[in-house]
């Protein structure tokens, strides 16, 4: 059972890690100092450190949370457990969950940083990536897909699309529809995965 202390130290930590995700998203990672997020968090800037080593450590800590959200909230429950169009929302899912995450706006804000060449955070950005491509691609398995087409591949083109999507409407809200958008592409896929006739 945990003690006061470490209950504390716990609720500390998520009240760092909520500051620093909002200003990664909004100033990404060099602009962000320890006293922006000290101020966000109300957590004294020392505690900071303490917790998270460095700010790259604390931007690492952001994101592994991230991907960890990302699968909980995805499942593991296969496609063909309760018909074609049900795989389908799972998999769209994937495609959506970037948005349905209270730090969308980090993503696309720390992608170039992440193509840098040695940046700290190009594998864990490369790790959310694979996450959300893997579980596209396990539903993928148990649906019919045409002949050459491979799960892993249509996951890449699938999940490539909805983070498409996600930075146009991020760009221009007032321009793109996601949720249409999204259904277009959800549209796109039962075209590719469901039989002719059927």
Known sequence: MATRREHTSQESSERILNAAAELF????????TFAAVAERSGISRGSIPWHFGSKEGLLLAVLARSVDLISAGL????????????GLD???DGAHALWALPTTKLFA??????????????????????TLRDH???????????????AETLAAAV??????IH?????AP?????EQALAALRAMVAAVVTPAGT
């Open 25 to 32: 998203a909004e100033k990404g990672y060099r602009q962000t």
């Open 75 to 86: 499942g593991e429950e296969p496609a063909d457990a309760d018909g074609t169009e049900a």
């Open 90 to 92: 799972r998999i769209i």
């Open 109 to 130: 804000t720390l992608l170039v940083e992440a193509l840098e060449p040695g940046s700290p955070i190009h594998g864990r950005y490369a790790e959310i990536h694979h």
């Open 136 to 150: 596209c691609r396990r539903q993928l398995e148990h649906l019919p897909l045409p002949s050459g087409v491979s």
């Open 159 to 164: 999940i490539g699309a909805g983070i498409g």
């Open 167 to 171: 930075q146009q409407w991020l760009l």
């Open 174 to 178: 007032d321009r793109v529809d996601a």
